[in-house]
């Protein structure tokens, strides 16, 4: 899912530019990318495993109403920030 979000394809564009030559083989870049990619897919694999864990998921189910008025009131910051942006 977040391989095909635009932002995230050019962050790793910008990234792995500088990494890439046009003398290298298309194997040693497919290489660059095969690892960007498993790394990503790592880091969501992990962070899933982690926020369902036994101990762990409970403890978000109980406060799920808490963090949720959490999230919403820095969304909310979030949206004044940038709506007040050009005047602060």
């Known amino acids: 899912m977040a391989l095909s979000n635009p932002k995230l394809i050019l962050f790793f564009v910008a990234l792995l530019s500088q990494f890439v030559s046009p003398e290298m083989s298309p194997a040693a870049k497919a290489i660059i990318v095969l690892t960007a990619m498993i790394i990503d897919g790592a880091w969501y694999v992990l962070v899933a495993l982690m ?9 978000l189910q109980q406060h799920a109403h808490w963090i949720n008025r959490a999230t919403g009131v820095m969304l909310l910051a979030l949206a004044l920030r940038v709506l007040l942006g050009p005047w602060v």
Do not use: E, F, G, T
């Not at 926020?51 to 403890?59: D, N, Y």
């Open 51 to 59: 926020l369902s864990h036994s101990r762990v998921l409970p403890w």
